[in-house]
């Protein structure tokens, strides 16, 4: 998806702080995409908090599901001033849940964004924009510090104002809009085009002869269920694409990374018109809390993979070693003495 980048990002300099290093690395690729020239990062809050009180850092992105200091602590770290030079920072928060009680207790802590992942570059880049050209006014009483929790200057309709306060001033962005957006365009790739297909309301989508499913090292954040079609599971080697095996009607595809939360570890693609079933990371780890049967299947799955594996590597192994004493054995046949 191309993005307006509208804003001049070249002085700003963000510290990411995730424990998962292929999360980081999502993350500093599309800031990178956005102009940053310095990212800063950390695996942990202490790690942080330490570079903050080092570096000069303009906002923050921090993970929710860290230990032993997690995002809601690290952002109460942050705001109880033991880093006078930062307390104002803008925090964006990432977290895998939702809920309201979650939002409420980041907000309370002082947390000026959040983010839900899966993420998409295109609400990343919001979030960013949104701390430095529309800065939030800064608060700090006996019962809070952080960025100013009201989002409201009316109050609601036929009811009275509860803010007897005056509006706080807002902060000086950190950053101006230039006078035209500059279009970020998707970098090319000699990989071929991934469509996007659209879900249905069953949850399917639809692929085509040749059309790309996922690639090799994207983040995984779905799994697929072949429910008709047959689907090419492939590597690239070096220079040549090495298909590792096909998928058929209810074949389970994709689901490594979502157990895992490493990148995909191969690319997949449709070989016919293939209909899949599309599962999200939460809806599989809901089922599979729920559903015995779904446990069962995921773990064959799991099993059925690792075997083939082990039984392709032993294939390997065994021309290897052939080769090799085919490689010994000619030198003494061509040795005249």
Do not use: W
Request: net charge negative; hydrophobic share 40%; glycine share 6%.
């Amino acid at each position: 998806m191309d993005i307006d980048i509208d804003i001049d990002l070249g002085q700003i300099t963000a510290l990411v702080i995730d424990d998962n290093r292929y999360a980081r690395s999502f993350i500093k690729t599309a800031l990178n995409s956005f102009g940053l020239r310095t990212i800063l990062e950390a695996e942990d809050g202490p790690t942080g908090l330490d570079l903050l009180g080092r570096e000069t850092v303009h906002f923050v992105i921090v993970a929710q599901d860290l230990s032993p200091m997690n995002g809601i602590d690290f952002t109460r770290q942050l705001r109880s001033g033991d880093i006078v030079s930062c307390i104002d920072i803008a925090v964006i928060m990432i977290s895998t849940e939702s809920s309201r009680e979650m939002v409420v207790e980041a907000r309370n802590s002082g947390v000026t964004e959040f983010l839900v992942k899966p993420l998409s570059t295109e609400s990343l880049f919001r979030r960013v924009r949104n701390v430095l050209v529309n800065p939030r006014a800064f608060v700090q009483s006996q019962d809070f510090t952080g960025p100013d929790r009201r989002s409201l200057t009316l109050p609601p309709p036929d009811q009275i104002e509860r803010r007897v306060a005056p509006p706080l001033p807002r902060p000086v962005p950190l950053v101006q809009p230039a006078g035209g957006p500059i279009r970020l365009v998707s970098s090319p790739s000699s990989e071929p085009r991934r469509a996007q297909p659209t879900v249905d309301s069953k949850g399917r989508r639809r692929f085509v002869p040749g059309e790309m499913i996922f690639a090799e090292g994207e983040p995984g954040d779905v799994a697929y269920v072949v429910e008709s079609g047959v689907v090419s599971i492939f590597k690239q080697v070096e220079e040549h694409e090495v298909e590792l095996g096909r998928i058929r009607t209810n074949g389970v595809f994709g689901e490594m990374a979502l157990i895992d939360g490493e990148p995909r570890m191969a690319a997949a693609r449709a070989v016919e018109d293939t209909v899949c079933l599309v599962i999200p990371m939460a809806a599989l780890r809901t089922q599979l809390g729920k559903t015995p049967e779904l446990v069962i299947l995921v773990m064959e799955t799991l099993l059925h993979d690792i075997r083939r594996m082990g039984r392709e590597l032993g294939q390997i192994r065994a021309i290897l070693e052939r080769k090799r004493a085919e490689e010994t054995v000619s030198p003494a046949r061509n040795d005249p003495s």
